[in-house]
């Protein structure tokens, strides 16, 4: 498809999304020609406009709408079949480092499932070597599924961001959601890091080691 029919394509897609009052995405990727025909001729008979397009697509057409993803966190929990949360804890990141952190969290969320998971889809270039399923780069843009597993993940941790950040107000956690924003590392300068913040990541890294130089001179 040339660039300029995706552009028509996009522009068209945006038109029915803020048209109509309800919207429903689901991932056909697993029917057949004869499922996905049926499909067809229920939503014709429902008078239900089904419209098949690749997830790009839609994703692009969707963010023109400025929808807020985070209102699809509670649908996506109560529709899913099955879905984990779990986490790598900071010791263990500074200990194994983000990668493999990362790879046991993903391990550790598939056996939270309620069901045995058949195939994992993973965003990115590695697959956890426990894990049966296959890598994708650029998931999230590509299927439906990381699509959403990332929504819950990001709603999760800016949740508990949030709760945190009643804990310790200094670090503005509920506006920054841990990321180095400029106030964010003018806090830590002043009020230092209690045992949430990662000691490997570079700028805690740098500020412990500039501490610690100012307390040797200081000697």
Known sequence: MRKEQKAQLIDSLYEQVTSYPHLYIADIGGLDSVQTS???RLAFRREVKLVVVKNTLLIKALERTGIDYSELYPVIKEQAIAYGIA????QEIDEMNILWASMLAM???VKKLKCVAQFCLVD???LPQDL???PVVKGDAKS???AAASIVAKETRDRIMADLAKQFPQYGWDKNAGYPTKSHLQAIDK???NEYYRKTYRPVKERIGQNENSQSEKC
């Open 87 to 90: 986490f790598a804890s900071e």
């Open 132 to 134: 049966h399923g296959a």
């Open 38 to 40: 049926k499909l067809r």
């Open 144 to 146: 439906i599924s990381i």
């Open 191 to 193: 009020y230092g890091i």
């Open 124 to 126: 990115g270039n590695r």
């Open 107 to 109: 391990t550790r969320a």
